[in-house]
């Protein structure tokens, strides 16, 4: 497995930006294809964006598309999520995900969880 670890979480108003950061560590780490995901109380953890192992693909869930980006250093053991326009709804815990081969965007298909980090939008 992959140890990962979040930060960049916080208090923010409406309309404010945010970067998350996750820094891996462990199994090979720079050969992993890595994504966010989010999960509020009472919830499924939803896919927010993925990155493939070479940084050349991104890939978005619907709800923050246009919104969110995702990026990963050049050393492939860091990624990003910078959140533009945030909005109360997108107040929740977010997670990075790590796992071997392509991005997935389900749970089941990644082995490697961080702890998460709480974003709180106020309105």
């Known amino acids: 497995q992959v140890q990962l670890v979040e930060s960049g979480g916080g208090l923010v108003q409406a309309g404010d930006s945010l970067r998350l950061s996750c820094v891996a560590s462990g199994r090979a780490a720079g050969r992993n294809a890595m994504a966010w995901f989010r999960q509020a109380p009472g919830r499924d953890r939803e896919f927010v964006a993925g990155i493939s192992v070479n940084g050349a693909m991104a890939y978005y869930g619907g709800s923050v598309k246009g919104r969110f980006t995702v990026s990963r250093d050049a050393d492939n053991t860091s990624i990003y999520l910078q959140m533009n326009s945030l909005n109360a709804s997108d107040t929740t815990v977010y997670y990075c995900?790590?796992?071997?081969?392509?991005?997935?965007?389900?749970?089941?298909?990644?082995?490697?969880w961080g702890q998460g980090t709480q974003v709180t939008v106020s309105s």
């Open positions: 995900a790590a796992r071997e081969g392509f991005v997935r965007q389900t749970t089941a298909a990644f082995d490697s």
